[in-house]
């Protein structure tokens, strides 16, 4: 009769659960941002099965994060443990539950982090049962053996979390775009007027030259005919860099797609090629780390970006002084950080944002220069999902970093 009795009970309080994870998935389906997934979550995972404590744990590459807690006394809020160390980790990477009735007999759990903790017995599973990408976890005081109920639970609010994860990111990727589509729209109009301004002025030019070599092939001042015949091809040059410039700039996101398979150089002789690219004196000392040696990278886009970089250095370098640029590079989890550094005339802080821009030329620039070399710059970046930042003294020189993602944007 006990036995009739535990079931009914078992039976009306999944029923309860199941009418309250209603409510849940409905709050999880207005979810606008991470933060409120993870504030639902770990309030729900919790009450849906009374446990005394609950985790929301991600998937970061090979670690675990413990991303949110709600529980009787701290856990492992903010930490992060490698897969291979932790019941999360078996959860994600075997995709299926962890049912734990006693902690200190089952050889997944390190004992060491427990120890410390309320827990004594667990239930973890995973968030999305194809291909993890978290897991969700409830501990007891006293000892406890997880009902099939409390399992389902679990396992439908996993599931069902997953989906607003997704949702979340999907919006956010779309919004990103729509953002990034009105800022296009936006910048085309003013990228035409200046590219139109930009190209008048060699334009008159060559009409004004070539009026003046008719002019003097009449008079027969042929060496005057042969001085404006140079000054007309100097300016023909600087509208076909111009072009070029407008027509590489337009083709960022074609010429180099993140989603192309990059071919690889050593870092080394990524950095030679560089050097002579960007057609650096002789005269210039150039310092790299051993970083560079010990590398592989994508020879196409950093090679163009390296190249820019150092090139307006090279352009603006002060020809009274010796020319110097440093060149750096470090590994972290998530990519590369490279930072160039030169001994130049500087930049006026309230230039940082604007060197950037296309077609910006600051007073000190070679007349040579098209404006675009550092837009394209930032536009290579932010196709593949890296950032670039500069600081300068004036007079004392400018150091750019910029970051390199190790996977491609998606």
Sequence with gaps: MQKVISISQNHFLFADAMGNLVGVVQDLSRAKTFDEIADIVRKSA?????????????REDNNCYYADENAISPLWKGQRFPMSRCVSGWVMMNAQPAIIEDIYQDPRVPIEAYRPTFVKS??????????????????????????????????????????????????????????????TYAALGNFAWIAAHDL????????????????????????????????????IERMERVLKSILDYAQVEYAFDPHNQLNTLNGADLIENVLEFAEVPKDFEVHTNEFFKRISLPQMPLQEIFSNIIGYAVKHHDRKKKGLIAIDGEENETGYVFTISDNGPGIDPAQYDKIFEIFHVLKTQASQDSGLGLALVKKVLE??????????????????????????KS
Excluded: C
């Design 383 to 408: 196709v593949h999902g890296g950032s670039i930042t500069v600081n300068s003294v004036l007079g004392r020189g400018t150091t750019f970093v910029f970051t390199w993602p190790k996977k491609a």
């Design 200 to 235: 008048q002025a060699p334009l008159r030019a060559i009409k004004d030259i070539a009026k003046w070599i008719n002019e003097s092939f009449e008079r027969k001042q042929y060496k005057e005919a042969q001085e404006h015949t140079e000054l007309l091809k100097g300016r």
């Design 46 to 58: 919790r009450e849906l099965t009374s446990a005394d404590g609950a985790t929301f744990v991600l």
């Design 122 to 183: 667990m239930l973890m599973v995973p968030i999305r049962e194809e291909g993890p990408i978290g897991a969700i976890g409830n501990y007891w005081a006293e000892h406890h053996n997880p009902t099939p109920e409390e399992i389902s639970i679990l396992q439908t609010l996993a599931n069902i979390t997953a989906v607003a994860i997704e949702n979340v990111r999907l919006n956010a990727e779309i919004e990103k775009k729509s953002a990034a589509a009105e800022n």
